[in-house]
């Protein structure tokens, strides 16, 4: 006799503590959250890896207790990615994007570099032509200016050249962390900055009430570049940058921010696995994205 069984989510055999990955069902099908990931680092110039984020944060997460009520989740599974070849695997994110948000009410994307949120905003305004908003929490404000080359640090640029009407804010930048220059490049496109010091001077509760009022009824893409959170909580980064929030905090903020505005798309990206220690980064992305399911909660 074979003492075996099947691969479990837990390894404490409690029949009530069910977890998210006993629950999830995988496929191109209908359902309230979608999953969907992007492996994909093609545009980063610092530190390689994210490329391997979407399969260890779904570790964590589907080994998450499942608090979300009736939510159905649907794994979608991965885009596939063409290495060396940016534009095609951009267009490939995009259409993927663009279909899965007909299955699913509120579709989570992880990533992948900073470019992912950007070919998934893409795929998301084919599906909403006007009326967005795009909600970033960043250490950066992804402005750059550069002669040659790629790089994810111009991901807000190229987002406001895909709709130039749609309100974008980034929330957690740190000034002694980016060139001056960025700032003023911000402003020239619209980009309305919450520093780091700002939310700590303000508050939560106040900055989320001032986005929500001044994004009305526009229908929102949020997304999370995990470098926001300082590196104590967060080593595993493709750019970290000391002084960001805590854990506790950004899930508050992630929490607040998706239940009040409802997000179409979340995505979480930059986590880096080969630079994190003991899985912390991949850990705490995982319960960002537990706190950004908002369905359950309407």
């Given at each position: 006799?074979?003492?075996?069984?099947?691969?479990?989510?837990?390894?404490?055999?409690?029949?009530?503590?069910?977890?998210?990955?006993?629950?999830?069902?995988?496929?191109?099908?209908?359902?309230?959250?979608?999953?969907?990931?992007?492996?994909?680092?093609?545009?980063?110039?610092?530190?390689?890896?994210?490329?391997?984020?979407?399969?260890?944060?779904?570790?964590?997460?589907?080994?998450?207790?499942?608090?979300?009520?009736?939510?159905?989740?649907?794994?979608?599974?991965?885009?596939?990615?063409?290495?060396?070849?940016?534009?095609?695997?951009?267009?490939?994110?995009?259409?993927?994007?663009?279909?899965?948000?007909?299955?699913?009410?509120?579709?989570?994307?992880?990533?992948?570099?900073?470019?992912?949120?950007?070919?998934?905003?893409?795929?998301?305004?084919?599906?909403?032509?006007?009326?967005?908003?795009?909600?970033?929490?960043?250490?950066?404000?992804?402005?750059r200016i550069v002669?040659?080359?790629?790089?994810?640090?111009?991901?807000?640029?190229?987002?406001?050249?895909?709709?130039?009407?749609?309100?974008?804010?980034?929330?957690?930048?740190?000034?002694?962390?980016?060139?001056?220059?960025?700032?003023?490049?911000?402003?020239?496109?619209?980009?309305?900055?919450?520093?780091?010091?700002?939310?700590?001077?303000?508050?939560?509760?106040?900055?989320?009430?001032?986005?929500?009022?001044?994004?009305?009824?526009?229908?929102?893409?949020?997304?999370?570049?995990?470098?926001?959170?300082?590196?104590?909580?967060?080593?595993?980064?493709?750019?970290?940058?000391?002084?960001?929030?805590?854990?506790?905090?950004?899930?508050?903020?992630?929490?607040?921010?998706?239940?009040?505005?409802?997000?179409?798309v979340f995505d979480?990206?930059?986590?880096?696995?080969?630079?994190?220690?003991?899985?912390?980064?991949?850990?705490?992305?995982?319960?960002?994205?537990?706190?950004?399911?908002?369905?359950?909660?309407?």
């Amino acid at each position: 006799m074979r003492f075996v069984r099947e691969p479990m989510y837990k390894f404490i055999k409690d029949p009530s503590d069910v977890r998210v990955g006993e629950v999830v069902r995988r496929g191109w099908i209908s359902g309230d959250v979608g999953i969907l990931g992007v492996p994909w680092d093609g545009a980063v110039g610092t530190r390689p890896g994210s490329r391997l984020a979407p399969s260890r944060v779904r570790s964590w997460l589907y080994s998450s207790p499942y608090i979300l009520g009736n939510t159905s989740i649907i794994d979608l599974g991965d885009v596939d990615v063409v290495v060396g070849d940016h534009n095609e695997t951009w267009h490939r994110v995009e259409e993927t994007v663009s279909e899965a948000l007909g299955l699913v009410r509120e579709l989570v994307v992880i990533g992948g570099d900073s470019t992912s949120s950007y070919a998934a905003f893409r795929g998301l305004k084919r599906v909403v032509n006007d009326g967005l908003a795009y909600i970033l929490l960043d250490a950066h404000p992804d402005v750059r200016i550069v002669t040659e080359g790629l790089t994810s640090g111009q991901v807000i640029r190229w987002i406001r050249d895909v709709d130039p009407n749609a309100y974008i804010v980034i929330i957690g930048v740190r000034t002694y962390s980016n060139a001056p220059y960025l700032f003023n490049e911000a402003r020239k496109l619209g980009i309305n900055i919450y520093t780091i010091d700002q939310v700590d001077s303000m508050g939560i509760n106040a900055v989320v009430n001032e986005i929500t009022s001044s994004i009305g009824n526009r229908i929102v893409h949020l997304s999370i570049n995990l470098d926001v959170v300082d590196p104590a909580f967060a080593p595993g980064v493709n750019s970290p940058s000391p002084g960001g929030f805590t854990s506790r905090e950004v899930i508050r903020l992630i929490r607040e921010l998706s239940t009040r505005l409802m997000p179409r798309v979340f995505d979480v990206v930059e986590v880096t696995p080969p630079f994190d220690i003991n899985d912390v980064t991949s850990m705490l992305a995982s319960a960002i994205i537990i706190n950004a399911m908002w369905v359950h909660k309407v």
